[in-house]
């Protein structure tokens, strides 16, 4: 049985971004997708990783290496993760430093970091308790208010400040009656941080 050329990987990966909206592959895909063994698939896997054409991204999963998102990896690897925290609010131009890793909230019991490469940094898996778990509808990227309120949350359950990691900018883009709603999920002290932040005057 004849490999797939390097076009047809190519073809194939455009087809089916264009049509089904999927960017990511288990190895298990890919040989059904070649109509070949899996020992072969991982072969001319190499091959491609190696002419750029492949990326792997996880363990077991890959794509195309231009236009997968942090989002489209998470869905693969966990479908009930969401990036939030200080990932999504530098994502969202609500902070000015860029994380090393990614925040990634789950419903799982897998407290884990997957090790990506420089292009994504690392992938850190919380379960987050119910109540602060809240994956966005068709989603896995939290909105700015749910990103700040979770970032904050996490910040202090790792006693730290979350003003002292983080510079903030836009805030202003901020849906108030959205983020209010939203603040009242979470524990007192986390509203009223998320309060020193939004409106620093005395008692905001």
């Known amino acids: 049985m004849?490999?797939?050329?390097?076009?047809?990987?190519?073809?194939?990966?455009?087809?089916q971004r264009e049509q089904?909206?999927?960017?990511?592959?288990?190895?298990a895909e890919l040989a059904n997708a070649a109509r070949t063994t899996l020992h072969a698939v991982n072969t001319?896997?190499?091959?491609?990783?190696k002419r750029g054409i492949v990326r792997r991204y996880a363990q077991g999963w890959y794509g195309p290496v231009q236009g997968v998102e942090v989002e489209s990896i998470l869905t693969a690897l966990d479908p009930g993760a969401y990036a939030t925290g200080f990932y999504a609010l530098f994502r969202l131009s609500l902070v000015t430093q860029a994380p090393t890793e990614t925040t990634c909230f789950t419903n799982r019991r897998h407290n884990r970091k997957i090790?990506?490469?420089?292009?994504?940094?690392r992938l850190r898996f919380i379960h987050a308790p119910e109540g602060i778990y809240a994956?966005?509808?068709g989603r896995a990227l939290a909105p700015m208010e749910q990103a700040l309120c979770d970032f904050v949350w996490l910040s202090l359950r790792e006693r730290t400040d979350p003003l002292s990691l983080v510079t903030f900018r836009n805030l202003d883009a901020l849906n108030r009656p959205r983020l209010e709603k939203v603040r009242r999920r979470y524990p007192q002290p986390v509203?009223?941080?998320i309060?020193?932040?939004v409106d620093p005057s005395p008692g905001g």
């Open 2 to 15: 004849s490999a797939m050329k390097t076009l047809e990987w190519q073809n194939f990966f455009a087809v």
């Open 20 to 27: 089904h909206g999927k960017v990511m592959f288990s190895t």
């Open 44 to 49: 001319e896997l190499g091959r491609l990783i």
């Open 115 to 121: 090790n990506g490469n420089a292009w994504m940094g």
């Open 135 to 137: 994956r966005p509808a």
């Open 191 to 193: 509203q009223f941080a």
């Open 195 to 197: 309060g020193r932040i």
